[in-house]
């Protein structure tokens, strides 16, 4: 089952979302519209909320979870991504804040608190410290990731072209006879 009511929450879905049938969606988490959970993806809300803008995807093996509310973090953190994110394969983001028109490259992990402003490349394989801010308009690699370099003209296209390349291929997906 790859939608999961965890508590009094039920993930909630905006229109013509892909979830792959190898997924897990849990507890307090909404999608927005023409989002792609794609295989082996886990997006966990069990103990804070988890919100995901539009046109986002969520390439293979990500994990997405937030941080909960304690003695050591009293309001805890949840997981807030925004709009036309591309958020590469394998991935880990934990209750961080992720802006609109984002490229956050394979295997790279963003920690607690941490926030990726609008329009930045994260370079794979990168580690987002926790409480880090990344600005906008920039590149950033490295572990701790660092910036760069300002991104490009076509880079800040490249933002719009990956999240509806995306909704293109969930929408194929979504065409798919399953049944059999």
Request: aromatic content about 8%.
């Amino acid at each position: 089952m790859k939608l999961r009511k965890f508590r009094d929450w039920q993930p909630k879905l905006g229109e013509r979302v892909f979830i792959d049938p190898s997924a897990v969606v849990l507890g307090d988490v909404e999608l927005g519209d023409d989002c792609s959970v794609w295989p082996a993806t886990v997006i966990r809300g069990d103990m804070h909320r988890i919100r995901i803008g539009a046109r986002t995807s969520v390439q293979d093996g990500s994990v997405l979870h937030i941080t909960h509310a304690g003695p050591f973090n009293p309001d805890g953190y949840p997981l807030i991504i925004g709009e036309d994110v591309t958020i590469g394969h394998k991935v880990l983001l934990h209750g961080c804040t992720v802006g609109n028109r984002v490229l956050i490259g394979m295997g790279s992990i963003v920690m607690d608190g941490a926030v990726i402003e609008d329009e930045v490349v994260l370079g794979a394989g990168s580690l987002v410290p926790a409480g880090k801010t990344l600005k906008s308009g920039y590149l950033y690699m490295g572990s701790p990731a660092r910036e760069v370099r300002p991104i490009s003209e076509r880079e800040r296209s490249f933002f719009s072209y990956s999240a509806n390349n995306y909704v293109k291929l969930k929408d194929q997906h979504l065409a798919e006879d399953w049944s059999h």
